[in-house]
């Protein structure tokens, strides 16, 4: 059975749900600002997102704790959200944002706030980053925040939440530094304009040519493939690495062609499916209020996000003269 094209998989993305929907129509279909604005306010009402605002408690958190019980607490269906990509002025979720980081780390930037700072995992601090930046969260905190995580850039140029513990690691951890690196995009794309904007460029820089020694999930040394639950196509990843993870993040940042992503985009297309779609291969075990796709089935979040690889993928190949070599982050 031939696989099908990007333009034959769009009706079934746009019969799913609303946050497939507005997501398909600004990233593939490159609809106006008015249409896909108005798709996306139907997360709020319709779906999965919905279903989620709709199991809030009355204190503002989720599922009877803040970072756990994984995976209905308050920090993990925050990320949910900001990945159905509600609206982020919804004041719900606004007053939840705030909560995580009161109850993580502290209401002020004061001394208390600093040593909890630097005691938390990097992991954690990158999704309260994540998560604030979302939804507008605007004070010192934040600032905080990013110059903690400038400062805790391991020799390699990435991150590991293990650094604290005994042995200390010598290498950053995928994990670690796809959950930093994640909370420092929203940031910027949120901050135009900050006296830390350009440090935050450059470690993203340096971290993500540390990706691309490794292939994005090979060993920099043997080439041989760091984790095998790293060429599995899981969402929600969680806190979890895995390619397509990665993939999506160079997409997001418009990162220019480099050799070293082919491995992983022929990883990604590997999982293709006959009928053109991306599976979901593995889930994370944990308590869930629910699953937004069934394990072995074709995933619409899959597809949307592989789609939207390939589409920036493509564009980069497209800039390449014959005579080009690959070429580094620029």
Request: hydrophobic letters at 40%.
């Amino acid at each position: 059975m031939p696989k099908s094209t990007t333009s034959e998989l769009v009706p079934w993305l746009m019969s799913g749900d609303p946050a497939i929907r507005w997501q398909t129509l600004r990233d593939l279909l490159g609809a106006s600002a008015e249409r896909w604005q108005a798709e996306q306010q139907r997360t709020l009402a319709e779906g999965w997102g919905a279903q989620f605002l709709a199991l809030q408690a009355p204190d503002g958190s989720w599922g009877g704790g803040i970072y756990s019980p994984k995976w209905t607490s308050t920090t993990y269906t925050l990320l949910t959200l900001c990945a159905i990509g509600i609206p982020r002025d919804h004041p719900p979720a606004q007053r939840a944002a705030e909560l995580v980081l009161d109850r993580q780390l502290g209401s002020r930037a004061d001394e208390a706030f600093m040593r909890n700072l630097a005691a938390l995992d990097r992991c954690i601090v990158g999704m309260d980053l994540l998560i604030a930046a979302y939804f507008g969260i605007r004070d010192a905190r934040l600032d905080a925040i990013v110059e903690n995580l400038l400062v805790e850039l391991m020799p390699d140029r990435a991150w590991n939440c293990r650094r604290l513990r005994k042995p200390k690691p010598h290498h950053s951890s995928f994990h670690t530094t796809f959950n930093v690196l994640e909370g420092l995009r929203e940031w910027l794309e949120t901050t135009p304009s900050h006296a830390l904007r350009d440090d935050v460029l450059a470690a993203e820089k340096g971290a993500l040519e540390f990706v691309l020694e490794h292939r994005l999930f090979k060993s920099d040394k043997t080439g041989a493939i760091i984790d095998y639950r790293f060429t599995l196509l899981s969402y929600p990843h969680r806190w979890h690495y895995n390619v397509l993870r990665g993939l999506a993040y160079f997409a997001r940042v418009n990162a220019p062609y480099d050799e070293r992503l082919q491995d992983a985009l022929e990883l990604l297309n590997s999982h293709h499916r006959a009928d053109g779609a991306w599976p979901v291969q593995h889930k994370y075990p944990g308590r869930a209020f629910f699953d937004m796709e069934q394990a072995g089935r074709p995933s619409r979040w899959n597809t949307l996000r592989a789609l939207r690889v390939l589409k920036w993928w493509e564009a980069q190949v497209g800039t390449q003269k014959p005579s080009d070599s690959s070429s580094a982050l620029s």
